[in-house]
């Protein structure tokens, strides 16, 4: 079978096929090339112009994020952002979204997920200390969910398990609309010393382009472009995007990438991961930031099948590889280096001065185009947003009508998206390593940094009812939940990663929520003063032109700055005194206890006082560093019933409570609070500090019941049976 | 003492075990590739956790035919302190060091949690700081630690006293709630728990530091 | 009571690492004259009383259950029955 | 070349975790009369020519790598010369 011709691919609109417009194909062919691409050049300019490379739809609302922190070394455009962190130490943290290929192939798109992103945390020279995972799937009602979330989770766990990473968090929801779409985003956190950053350069004439590890074979062409395409029935074919991970290869390729910047960084200038776009992507971003030419040489490059095209090898995105320019005066010791590893290194090309991009394949010159063209001249797309219809605009709230308290408190526990996960993340190994303090099952994880007093809390936050029914406060919230895991865990937050994941921008309506919620997320986070250090978008999360709801995903990294601060959400022991602080309203549009009563979600968010909200994570941290606090757990869906019952499951505790609420209230999700208990010697001084801004609820009990008088109501449940709905649901629901 | 932690291809909780060593009882530990054919001069040989050639195979397959698994045969036969933990576990039963098999978990899945277990027998050289049924946290995290032997070997191990921890609840199926055995001599340990994760506090639990502690106590009796 | 014997391969353009790895360990094992291994997964399956269409029932079990369309190829034998 | 056809399954007194899961799972799936299912390995291997004792090699290769012989058997086929 012979590659089209270039007449063929512009008459035939080939291009089309791969996602480039008419519009970009005639400026590629008019006024950057002069002359029609070929079948190569045309797949090149395809993938590195799609918007999951180009970011081209999305550019311009990730400008409203702030980057800059006096702490930020490095912000986006690396593989992963830097934040200070001390002692001459950095953190480096990225998070990246694998929905469409986890729709496919639910086993090996999680997992090369997972792998996609630890390679872009090593490739900076940063040792992996974290992960963590978001997770969102439709209802669990059928069996397709089910199997989605036991392959999805079991690719997760069997990546990082392998590679010995912890897992140290992340969440999972359920809702309708990612039936056909589910979206799984993970994150990785890695360890450096300033001074050995690396960035992903090629740059120097003549300097070498080597490649390490696994070998290139067809799978995964087209990824990139894949990844910003609807989903549909239609397309049975795209099965051929499939990638496999190999865990074990990468944690070869980690250990010796990781050693080799640290201890030889003279013999190289620049190291980047192969993902989306494979080769084609990792060699033009790295020759293009310093303005110098490429020449690489195909044959050169491991080949897994027999007779692969030019096109195939630049745009196959096999999994574990990555490309090192390095001087070529070290090139023995470098290829030495890998081989001790048992890993395949081989020099593919070199640098050069006239700022192409040129391919060789079987002795033919088959690509040559301006390296700036593929990186630089990539158009940008200025949507236009309309406000969607279902956006009311009055704030009134629902009235939740409760026919029993006691069912309603035991629904909340034991629906999905409130359940304990336990379940699924205790497949996870949390603990490799042994520096994990906090494992999942609080509010942040929490990893010690050996050697130092010092910690690092991070959690995965997303809650996508509230961006659905009022997109700019919906972000807001975002945010602010995942600051309060932080601050609850006695860190301050210091960085933001996020997988911001939408329909499809070029209808109206879904670029407003796009670009809204962009903007909720951007005002709190200038407030807070934390900044985007790093990101990732994915658009197109369609199935058949139903979208998901808008879900951007908040992966937030807080440092303890002593270990003796760190703070869990588990009532500690009997008689301790239970506090509210922050004050309760009636909050209940977007809400769990509406979704249970309506079976959705609607009406507008009340507006946040964000003044109110930083003054709360002030107070927190300074009783958390005086070590007043015995335990600390925020309040985020389900309210008070949620929060109170989670606190007292881990050590098998009750409660005694009396509360000036309604029963309705202890359903309502107002922002900015905390759920905080304190050993009664310290009344007062935690009262002092709380500035009449709390509510004393009342005790810890060891009785096993939670007793609870309301304003309207008393009310007693067995520990027993609350622990039931909530431990048991999902593995119910599971099998 | 010094103590050599064997390093294959995809072990991973090599550095936990260096460090309960250098830092959990302050003695001199080396990390020693499995392309290595002598351990001279080590006192105690340590095999950690993790994935030895990924898995493949069977955990433990790939790696018992490794340079170095000769040299720790000797050792063992020689009466030198052998410990393997988890997939160290796998690997000795694998080389035939120790009885029985590990196989995947009764629930089909990994886990990773806090476990109970009992200690059955503290008269060996890696349990005599614990009491005789005393019972210790220990955190587990595998897929394939399901212990599986015959019933006659079950028989022998039972007569030999060669439990050492058994879990308090079934968590993976294991044949009589195995958790750790030694060989007939007793200077060989298996456990699919991770006593290196439980040596301080901080990290949920120090019950693991006592096993690190008899290993040291032990040689230091027969040196007088 | 009918017994299919399914076995389930990679396709060829996927690495098989654990054939490789087996491989290797047979060389240290001094058997250089092995040449290539490939491994795969097996299953014996049987089947209380026969289906209408128990071809059928066997390539959806395979399709949607043992076999991962995406990366692996599979080949089945209905041995019959088996008292 | 001689190609080598290798079975590894676990011995009955085994419990076989993944066979039971997956039994469960054709049940899900309405294959009600899927009574049994066992996992096994299989692999293919390849001899570059034949040694003086193919069976004794492969008896040793089996015993000492492929199966674990406290808790799996294995059978073989010799397919003979392929080109
Ligand atoms: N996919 C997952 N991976 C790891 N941990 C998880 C996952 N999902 C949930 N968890 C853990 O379960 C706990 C509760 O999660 P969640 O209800 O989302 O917390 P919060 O509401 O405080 O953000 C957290 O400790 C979280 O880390
Ligand atoms: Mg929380």
Redesign the interface.
């Known amino acids: 079978m012979s590659e089209p011709t270039p007449i063929q691919i512009k008459e035939d609109k080939i291009y089309k096929t791969w996602g480039l417009s008419e519009a970009e194909y005639s400026f590629i062919s008019e006024k950057i090339l002069g002359r029609l691409p070929n079948y190569t050049e045309t797949g090149l300019y395809s993938v590195m112009w799609s918007e999951h490379c180009s970011y081209k739809n999305s550019k311009k609302v990730l400008r409203k994020l702030p980057n800059d922190s006096s702490r930020v070394l490095a912000g986006p455009g690396e593989d992963a952002g830097i934040i200070d962190i001390g002692d001459d130490q950095a953190v480096v943290f990225k998070a990246e979204s694998h929905n469409h290929p986890s729709a496919?192939?639910p086993?090996?798109g999680a997992a090369t997920g997972v792998g996609g992103i630890i390679r872009d945390i090593f490739s900076m020279g940063a040792t992996p200390i974290a992960l963590l995972n978001s997770l969102k799937f439709g209802s669990l009602d059928n069996?397709q969910t089910k199997h989605l979330v036991k392959e999805v989770v079991?690719g997760i766990?069997?990546y990082g398990?392998?590679?010995?990473i912890p897992t140290i968090g992340g969440e999972i929801s359920f809702e309708k609309c990612y039936e056909k779409n589910p979206l799984v985003n993970a994150m990785c956190i890695g360890l450096l010393d300033n001074t050995q950053f690396k960035h992903g350069q090629a740059s120097g004439n003549n300097n070498l382009i080597v490649y390490v590890g696994?070998?290139t074979?067809?799978?995964g062409i087209h990824g990139a472009t894949f990844a910003s395409d609807e989903f549909s029935n239609k397309k049975k074919k795209q099965?051929s995007a499939?990638q496999?991970g190999?865990?074990?290869?990468e944690?070869?390729l980690m250990d010796a990438c990781v050693e080799i910047i640290q201890e030889h960084s003279d013999w190289i200038l620049g190291v980047q991961d192969m993902g989306a776009a494979g080769l084609v992507s990792s060699t033009a971003e790295m020759a293009s930031k310093t303005k110098s030419g490429l020449m690489l040489n195909l044959d050169n490059v491991p080949q897994?099948?027999k007779g692969m095209t030019a096109y195939e090898m630049m745009l196959s995105e096999s999994q574990e590889r990555m490309v090192l320019c390095i001087k070529p005066e070290f090139e023995k010791n470098v290829l030495n280096f890998f081989d001790e590893?048992?890993l395949d290194a081989v020099t593919i090309g070199k640098v050069t001065s006239d700022k192409q991009y040129k391919i060789f394949h079987e002795g033919k010159l088959v690509v040559d185009i301006p390296v700036d063209s593929l990186t630089d001249e990539v158009p940008e797309y200025d949507h236009h947003g309309i406000k969607p219809k279902r956006i009311s605009e009055d704030r009134e709230q629902f009235d939740p009508q409760i026919a029993s308290f006691k069912e309603s408190w035991l629904n909340v526990l034991s629906s999905p998206t409130i359940a304990s996960k336990r379940y699924l993340y205790?497949?996870?190994?949390?603990?490799?390593?042994?520096?994990?303090?906090v494992?999942p099952g609080s509010d942040a994880g929490v990893v010690?940094i050996?050697g130092t007093k010092k910690a690092i809390a991070s959690t995965n936050d997303s809650n996508s009812r509230y961006v659905y029914v009022d997109p700019y406060i919906g972000g807001q919230v975002t945010v602010l939940e995942a600051a309060r895991n932080i601050v609850s865990t006695g860190g301050i937050p210091v960085g933001i990663t996020d997988c911001l994941n939408y329909g499809n921008p070029e209808d109206p309506e879904i670029f407003w929520e796009l670009d809204q919620s962009v903007q909720g997320i951007a005002d709190v986070c200038k407030h807070l003063d934390v900044p985007v250090i790093s990101g990732n978008v994915s658009l197109y999360n369609e199935f058949n032109k139903e979208a998901i709801y808008p879900s951007p995903m908040i992966g937030m990294v807080g440092l303890i700055e002593d270990?003796s601060n760190?703070t869990t959400s588990a009532f500690k022991k009997s008689g301790d005194l239970i506090y509210l602080l922050g004050s309760t309203g009636n909050d209940f549009n977007g809400s769990e206890i509406q979704n249970q009563l309506l079976g959705r979600v609607e009406g507008r968010l009340n507006e946040i006082d964000l003044n109110a909200e930083k003054k709360n994570q002030e107070i927190v941290l300074d009783a958390i560093q005086k070590h007043l606090i015995k335990s600390c757990h925020d309040l985020s869906e389900g309210g008070l019933v949620a929060a109170l019952s989670e606190s007292a499951f881990d050590n098998n505790l009750g409660f005694n409570i009396q509360t000036t609420l309604t029963s309705k209230q202890m359903f309502s999700e107002t922002q900015s609070r905390y759920l905080i208990t304190v050993d009664s010697k310290n009344k007062e001084s935690i009262e002092d500090l709380f500035n009449d801004n709390f509510e004393c609820l009342g005790f810890v009990t060891n009785d096993s019941t939670f007793s609870i008088q309301t304003a309207d109501e008393n009310l007693d449940i067995e520990l027993s049976e609350a622990l039931d709905n909530w431990k048991e649901a999902i593995p119910c629901l599971m099998n | 003492m010094n103590f050599a932690v064997i390093t294959f291809p995809g072990s991973n909780c090599d550095m936990d075990l260096y460090h309960a060593i250098k830092e959990g009882i302050n003695q001199e530990v080396n990390l020693v590739s499995y392309k290595e054919k002598s351990l001279e001069g080590y006192d105690g040989i340590l095999i950690p956790g993790g994935f030895s050639y990924g898995d493949y195979l069977r955990s433990g397959a790939i790696a018992s035919h490794a340079p170095i698994i000769d040299e720790v045969i000797r050792l063992a036969n020689q009466g030198k302190p052998v410990l393997g933990i988890c997939n160290g576990f796998q690997i000795l039963t694998e080389i035939g060091l120790l009885p029985g098999t590990l196989t995947n978990n009764r629930q089909n899945r990994f886990i990773c949690e806090q476990v109970g277990l009992t200690v059955e027998n503290n008269k060996t050289l890696f349990t005599s700081k614990y009491d005789f049924k005393e019972k210790i946290t220990i955190p587990i995290a595998h897929g394939e630690g399901r212990y599986y032997c015959d019933s006659e070997t079950l028989h022998g191990l039972n007569e030999n006293n060669q439990i050492v921890f058994r879990y308090d609840s079934d968590v993976n199926g294991s044949v009589d709630r195995i958790a750790g055995i030694t060989n007939k001599q007793k200077n060989v340990l298996g456990m699919m728990p991770h006593p290196e994760r439980a040596i301080e506090n901080i990290l949920g639990s120090a019950d693991g530091l006592n096993l690190f502690k008899s290993m040291l106590e032990t040689q230091k009796s027969e040196v007088q | 009571m009918i017994l299919v014997k399914v076995y389930v391969m990679l396709k060829d353009s996927v690495v098989d690492v654990q054939g490789e790895a087996i491989k290797d360990a047979t060389h240290t094992m001094s058997y250089e004259n092995v040449s290539e291994v490939r491994m795969g997964k097996y299953f014996e399956i049987k089947f209380d009383n026969n289906s209408n269409d128990l071809e059928k029932d066997v390539d959806e079990i395979c399709d949607g259950l043992l076999a991962n369309p995406n990366i692996e190829s599979y080949r089945y034998e209905i041995v019959g029955d088996i008292q």
Do not use: M
């Not at chain 1, 398990?161 to 010995?164: D, P, S």
């Open positions: 496919v192939e086993y090996q069996n079991a766990g069997g398990n392998c590679i010995g696994s070998t074979g067809r799978d099965r499939v496999v190999n865990p074990f290869i944690k070869l897994r099948e590893y048992n205790e497949t996870y190994d949390s603990q490799v390593k042994s520096n994990t303090v494992r010690r050996r270990i760190i």
